[in-house]
């Protein structure tokens, strides 16, 4: 069973824009695979569908499975306890006065009590490198701190999919190589949208290139970054990291989509 497949999903802005139009893929469990694409591709509105969070009226004939389940409106609950999605702004994720009440929201939710709830608590917070800062209030926290409180949430949760939009964004070195390591040493399943490519390459062995609502590529992370003229052709560059290494000529794409 795929931890995600999408089958003909297409969905469009009220204002009558084609936002994505019929996207199909799957991804296997514990798989990493990146999404990438210019301004405005689709990416993030491919995320949401996920785990339901467009209106209703998208949901009547479902596109999207998540472990077997339709995302669908009867199934919501149950699809969002099984697959958690970050926001690209930690700000519009985070809530609660302190990391640990913030961290123990989800699982709340989810009717755990003490002394259960603790520890579930306390280990998301280990695996994230904030078992320090557990009072902290969450408007104290540098944004790479944000970046792993909102992870840790999720952990809590035990979300076995990953569904992350941006985790990288205004993070410093220091910050992107902790959300780097910590990422690579996760089991869960992970679609992960970037604009940080360099980040694709070292996290994510798959990549989905998206373009106008449209798949335009689905591969190996390295044979499809490292195509110059694929990348220059969607509003991308070839990652420094791969400069070392020959493009592939377009004759050798076995990857790329025709639409």
């Not at 019929?22 to 695979?33: G, H, L, M, P, Y």
């Not at 301004?39 to 472990?67: D, I, Q």
Request: hydrophobic share 40%; glycine share 8%; proline share 5%.
């Amino acid at each position: 069973m795929n931890a995600i497949e999408v089958r003909h999903l297409s969905y469009s802005f009220v204002n009558g824009t084609d936002a994505l139009k019929d996207i199909s893929f799957n991804v296997a469990q514990e798989e990493r695979v990146g999404i990438i694409g210019p301004n405005g591709a689709g990416k993030s509105t491919l995320l949401w569908h996920l785990n339901g969070l467009l209106p209703e009226r998208h949901l009547k004939n479902p596109a999207v499975t998540v472990l077997g389940i339709p995302v669908v409106q009867a199934n919501l609950a149950l699809v969002r306890a099984k697959i958690g999605l970050l926001f690209q702004n930690p700000d519009d994720q985070l809530f609660c006065p302190t990391v640990w009440e913030d961290v123990a929201f989800g699982p709340q939710q989810l009717g755990k009590c003490e002394p259960e709830l603790s520890t579930i608590v306390n280990n998301a917070l280990n695996k994230v490198g904030l078992a320090g800062l557990r009072g902290r209030s969450t408007r104290h926290l540098s944004q790479g701190e944000k970046h792993r409180a909102c992870l840790a949430g999720v952990l809590a949760c035990e979300a076995q999919i990953l569904v992350l939009d941006e985790p990288t964004s205004d993070l410093d070195p220091r910050g992107r190589r902790e959300v780097i390591s910590l990422l690579r040493g996760f089991v869960q399943t992970q679609i992960i949208a970037s604009h940080d490519l360099e980040f694709v390459v070292e996290v994510c062995p798959r990549v989905i290139v998206i373009d106008s609502g449209q798949i335009v590529a689905d591969g190996a992370t390295s044979q499809i970054l490292n195509d110059e003229e694929l990348m220059l052709a969607h509003g991308l560059e070839r990652p420094h990291i791969l400069r070392h290494q020959h493009p592939h000529q377009s004759n050798n794409l076995s990857n790329r989509l025709n639409h």
